[in-house]
């Protein structure tokens, strides 16, 4: 019997989910002899049934783009945005997938597309995920597609702003995404050499920054690159979040708020973490000090080799477990392979840095200043 699959991409556009698409497609097309059609924007295009035909010709010449050619969307199916109000769209999603008469539905994404792709599972649908973003913080698989791209971006940006730096005798504050995870400042700032990371996992004191960065200024140098994550946090704050979770009423079960992450209890004010952190670097080292925020410019562009590699290796493993009838599951990256990993063990669950991750201490071993 021919099986017929959706495939859609949601949250955040990375490098490599075109290459994923092209896997998962040209796989279950060509190889297994399976039809397939794209859901655009994520899942608000399953819900509004507005399809992309993928059916060999719209495969090609996709390998190396950026973006997703189907569009994405950080709507969630259980609070959709729907005429002025936030609307639990799950049964009309259900429906739509029957209509289309699909066997499976894929879905790309990081954690949030995990946690939605669980409850349509929840919902008796047949959904497979792929782990992408940037920020690496999938649990329970090796990497994520698009932090390779990322990191090789986020550290050219480190190197350009070595020269300027040291030209000008200033500090520089470089802002690297990463949500609540410090995977690409961390990673980005050890390639690049930068003489601080400050990441989310490891609450920083203003002044150990500040007196690493003057003592490179009485050994004769004196200029400082700061590569910041932009949930990184200090103690300060650390204390004051963990101590506002104290006073919060207890939930249901009798337990308080996760403590761990710290910067997971709040929003976070990004750029103006950055911005102020640069003010106070310049007030406690006498340096002036300079602002660079990479933004979106880490999640552009054309995807890595091995991002390209990682998602095609995701992609095609995909389409073998939807021809074994395997699902309810994510496609990790295990060693040189995959493995399917359920979603429930996957869905909730934000991989951080351990602080003493073997990359920190290696960071620590070159004498980078890691805000503690
Ligand atoms: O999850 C990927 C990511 O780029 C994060 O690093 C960042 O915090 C977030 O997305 C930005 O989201 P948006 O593109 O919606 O502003």
Aim: proline share 4%; net charge positive.
């Amino acid at each position: 019997m021919t099986k017929y699959i959706g495939i859609l991409t949601s949250g955040g556009d990375s490098p490599g989910l075109n290459a994923a698409i092209r896997g998962v497609g040209k796989a279950s097309l060509n190889h297994y002899g399976m039809h397939i059609i794209g859901f655009r924007d994520g899942f608000r295009g399953l819900m509004e049934n507005r399809t992309m035909r993928l059916d060999g010709g719209q495969l090609s010449d996709i390998l190396t783009r950026g973006g997703t050619i189907l569009g994405t969307s950080r709507d969630k199916p259980h609070r959709m945005p729907v005429g002025g109000k936030v609307l639990d769209m799950t049964d009309v999603i259900v429906g739509n997938y029957h209509d289309n008469h699909l066997d499976a539905l894929v879905c790309l994404g990081g954690g949030g597309t995990q946690k939605n792709a669980l409850r349509l599972k929840e919902k008796g649908l047949n959904v497979i995920t792929l782990p992408k973003t940037i920020d690496n913080d999938v649990a329970m698989t090796d990497t994520t597609f698009g932090f390779d791209t990322a990191l090789g971006i986020a550290t050219e940006a480190i190197d350009r702003l070595h020269s300027t730096a040291h030209s000008h005798h200033r500090i520089i504050v470089v802002e690297i995404m990463g949500h609540r995870a410090g995977w690409l400042a961390l990673g980005a700032g050890i390639a690049g050499g930068a003489d601080v990371i400050l990441i989310p996992e490891i609450p920083y004191e203003v002044e150990s920054v500040a007196e690493a960065i003057r003592e490179r200024s009485r050994s004769g140098k004196p200029f400082s690159i700061v590569a910041v994550a932009e949930g990184a946090i200090s103690m300060q704050e650390h204390l004051a979040m963990l101590a506002a979770q104290d006073k919060k009423p207890k939930t249901k079960g009798g337990k308080k708020g996760a403590a761990i992450p710290p910067a997971h209890a709040t929003e976070i004010q990004y750029a103006d973490h950055t911005l102020r952190l640069a003010k106070k670097l310049e007030q406690l080292t006498g340096l002036e000090a300079r602002v660079t925020i990479l933004g979106h410019l880490q999640r552009g562009g054309i995807p890595s080799a091995a991002d390209r590699l990682l998602a095609t290796r995701l992609g095609t493993a995909c389409a073998d477990l939807i021809n074994e009838g395997h699902y309810g599951v994510m496609v990790a990256a295990k060693g040189d392979g995959t493995r399917a990993v359920k979603l429930d063990d996957v869905a909730g669950k934000v991989k951080t840095v351990p602080p003493d991750h073997p990359w920190v201490e290696s960071a620590r071993r070159v004498g980078t200043n890691m805000g503690d």
